[in-house]
């Protein structure tokens, strides 16, 4: 059963000059199109790789499918409700919200410096009213479940390394209780040792809470542990769409085999993306 | 407070002696300004206790007719200059003051705004800000202290100049406040903490108060004390033009603007000691506010 559905999933940006320099110089509307008619779908529990080289449009699917950024056509779609659909009742939206969250590309951009731990991770809790009335030891079990200590809320982001920033930036993409977790890159700006860290905290979170991630990447060696299912981006067309093992065995778009080919040798047989 | 004593900015403080004296003068100025009926032998402003045999004392000498000496002097209608001096202080510093909480809060509210909205609301804002500056902030301020006293009714002139004068100054050093806080949040909002916190439905208000606000106001502190310089020389100019405030409340501008009557009749101590005063003053703010802007900017390091 599928939990995301993205249909015809278009975004335009318009980069033209203002209208008064386009009437003077003569020129004309420029339009970039940073994603193409996509559609994909994804099943409940599992991980989903959107795969791309920079500007490939994967952060703005991202973007897309959280409501921060609305389609220029097409629709994302979970469990049904269309986040970006403005006769949405503020109810449905709040409640469709809590359900969906991400995990930021950057450690260091992605909480804010001036707030201690303790009030980052509570944020959620009181903007949807969980766990009222404990919300301290809601927050003391969070760090926990992400490997850190009950002790770490009274500090400052600045004093934790970019490995355990990430670990709270995921404690908070898990305060709201989602279901759906887009993960834009979380690992990119992450030392190896530090990677495969986290990777594993994700999947194991995944296990145990049965979440479903839409998994933004560049990397293949990280999408091939990760992922069931795996999308190829170019210039914000899906240009190919296999199961993981399938993909890394006979891919059969020529710029998913560049990609390939670029990344450093895998092995196919190990792939244990569920 | 550990973390306080074992700081850098304590110890770049401790290794700078023009800092230490701009520190101290100010502090000492504004104890007595505070304190000034405190201190004050006479008070300045009470017209019974005024002698006119007084007039014209000079600093340190019996005066000729009654005999009374004064520390620095009385000016023209006998009035001790020290007390004079000290209750001037106090409304230079409360107008500065003031001035620049007004221009500080109408100045971050409106660059927050003009940088988290963007589009139409940025451009009136900050097209605003632009024709502000081409005039010299005296001449808005003049210009408002005006029109101001223009529409007050005659009988509440004098009683509100002072806030008229706070309300001039504050609206004319506005500008740069908006345009640092303006830059300052277009960096921010771009940053994936404001992108988290919208994604948990907080509204564009909620999210310039409790995260962006608290990111942008490192430099503003650094202006506040710059400006606060110029808000106490901008008082002290329009009361020496005699737009400022009223002969019943004499600011440091107002006393100079009598002592220059008499420089050049020989009393000239009735000029010097409020001007050295506001120079001190404003010497004082301004380095501790170089001071501080080259040490909250770990780039001019």
Not at chain 1, 227 to 251: C, M, N
Not at chain 2, 92 to 105: E, I, R
């Amino acid at each position: 059963m599928s939990i995301v559905e993205a249909r015809g999933l278009t975004r335009r940006f318009d980069l033209s000059d203002p209208w008064v320099v386009r009437m003077l110089t003569f020129r004309k509307k420029r339009i970039l199109t940073a994603v193409d008619d996509v559609s994909f779908s994804i099943e409940k529990g599992t991980t989903y790789a959107l795969v791309g080289e920079s500007g490939s449009g994967k952060s703005t699917i991202a973007r897309m499918a959280v409501g921060l950024l609305a389609p220029s056509a097409g629709t994302i779609t979970i469990d049904g409700t269309n986040l970006n659909d403005p006769a949405l009742d503020p109810a449905t939206r709040t409640a469709l919200r809590r359900r969906i969250q991400m995990v930021f590309q950057s450690p260091y951009a992605s909480l804010n410096p001036r707030w201690r731990v303790g009030a980052i991770l509570a944020e959620p809790l009181h903007a949807f009213g969980l766990a009222a009335g404990r919300e301290t030891a809601r927050v003391a079990e969070l760090l926990e479940q992400v490997g850190l200590s009950e002790t770490d809320a009274r500090r400052f982001p600045h004093e934790f390394s970019g490995g355990q920033r990430q670990r709270i930036s995921i404690a908070r993409a898990l305060a709201s209780e989602p279901d759906f977790i887009i993960c834009d890159e979380p690992t990119s700006a992450l030392d190896v040792s530090v990677q495969a860290q986290v990777l594993n905290l994700l999947k194991r979170l995944q296990r145990e809470l049965g979440l479903t991630y839409l998994f933004i990447t560049h990397d293949l060696a990280v999408v091939a542990t990760m992922a069931r299912r795996i999308g190829v981006l170019q210039h914000g067309k899906l240009v190919e769409e296999q199961d993981t093992i399938a993909l890394f065995a006979a891919p059969r778009d020529p710029y998913t085999k560049m990609l390939l080919d670029a990344a450093p040798r895998l092995h196919p047989a190990s792939a244990t993306g569920r | 407070m550990k973390r306080f004593l074992q700081s850098d900015f304590l110890y770049d403080f401790s290794r700078s002696p023009v800092t230490i004296v701009s520190f101290a003068v100010v502090v000492v100025m504004v104890l007595s300004a505070v304190l000034a009926g405190v201190i004050a032998p006479t008070d300045p402003f009470d017209p019974a206790g005024l002698d006119l045999m007084n007039g014209f004392t000079p600093p340190m000498t019996p005066n000729e007719f009654t005999g009374e000496t004064f520390w620095l002097g009385t000016d023209d209608q006998g009035r001790d200059l020290f007390s004079a001096i000290l209750y001037g202080l106090r409304v230079s510093l409360f107008v500065g003051a003031s001035a620049v909480l007004l221009a500080m809060t109408l100045g971050v509210s409106l660059g927050l705004l003009a940088g988290y909205a963007g589009g139409w609301v940025d451009t009136i804002i900050m097209r605003i800000a632009d024709i502000q500056v081409t005039f010299p902030s005296i001449l808005i301020a003049m210009l408002i202290f005006g029109v101001t006293r223009g529409i007050l009714p005659p009988a509440q002139r004098d009683e509100l100049a002072i806030a008229v004068l706070i309300v001039s100054i504050g609206l004319s050093e506005w500008v740069q406040f908006a345009r640092t806080v303006r830059g300052a949040t277009m960096v921010e909002k771009e940053k994936e903490y404001v992108a988290a916190a919208r994604l948990i439905g907080l509204g564009p208000g909620q999210i310039m108060r409790r995260h962006i606000l608290p990111n942008v106001l490192g430099p503003v502190l650094v202006i506040a004390t710059i400006t606060l310089a110029l808000a106490i020389i901008a008082e002290a100019t329009l009361s020496f033009l005699g737009v400022g405030a009223p002969p019943t409340e004499p600011s440091l501008g107002t006393l100079i603007n009598i002592g220059q009557d008499y420089l050049f009749s020989g009393e000239w101590w009735i000029l010097l000691f409020p001007a050295a005063t506001l120079l001190m003053l404003a010497l004082s703010v301004n380095l501790l506010g170089d001071w501080l802007r080259d040490t909250l900017n770990p780039r001019l390091k």
